[in-house]
Every structure is written in C-alpha cells, then in structure tokens.
C-alpha cells in the first residue's frame, strides 16, 4: 500500500526554483530519509507534505488522500519535524530516531489522544492510568 505518492511537484520562489518536477511513493513499511546540501529544497518539500505550503505544480497523497484537497483526512497520522531536531552523538542512529519516535509518543499521550500505528510500533501496549 502506498503511504506517500509524490507526484510532479514543483515549488518555486519567485524565479528560484526549490523543487523541479520530483517524483516517488513510499510504500507501507518502509523507511526514507532525504539527504542533500543546504538548499536542497528538503525542507521545503517536507513544507509541502505537511500541508503548511502549497506547491506550484503536482500532486501529494497520504494513504489516498490528497493534502490540498483533503487535508484533514491526509494529516490525520502524520507526524513531522520540520526543523532541526537533537541528535545525540554518543548514541547510535536508530537510538536517535527511536527517540524522537518516543517524543511524538509522550506528546500523543499529553493530547488524550492514542494513535494505533505509533504505539504499534513500540511492539508494546500502553495502559492509560486515571
């Protein structure tokens, strides 16, 4: 199943072009990263996929929904860090990330609101204590 559909999405600044025509799907299960010099347009295409702007040109899907047209339901389970989070050097990379993951997951609990698919992934079942 396809969890992300990029498709042809263009942004530009006024003459400046920050992401040219990109395309990709990430399929359930799987893990993606985006790697680039500064002005890559990274952040501006994670900018996108949260729906916080627009692009110029193309499509962006989540789990089928489209982000413009549809963007609560296509929001419904992301979850982004748009800027620069803490990495700790002493720990390994996927300690790093398990650890932001927990932070999401402290922040869902503060809410009152339990997302499936996150705590699925901590392979254990939280208990809600009054």
Request: aromatic share 6%; proline share 4%.
């Amino acid at each position: 199943m396809k969890v992300l559909e990029i498709e042809h999405i263009t942004k530009k600044a006024g003459r400046r072009t920050l992401v040219d025509d990109m395309s990709f799907d990430i399929l359930q299960g799987d893990v993606c990263g985006f790697v680039g010099p500064n002005g890559a347009g990274k952040t501006t295409l994670i900018r996108m996929i949260s729906g916080l702007i627009r692009p110029e040109d193309g499509n962006i899907r989540i789990e089928g929904f489209d982000v413009q047209r549809d963007r609560m339901k296509a929001l419904a389970q992301v979850g982004a860090i748009v800027e620069s989070p803490v990495f700790f050097p002493y720990m390994s990379g996927q300690d790093n990330l398990l650890n932001l993951v927990s932070g999401l997951l402290v922040w869902t609990r503060c809410s009152g609101s339990w997302d499936w698919r996150r705590e699925a992934r901590t392979k254990s079942k939280p208990t809600r204590s009054a």
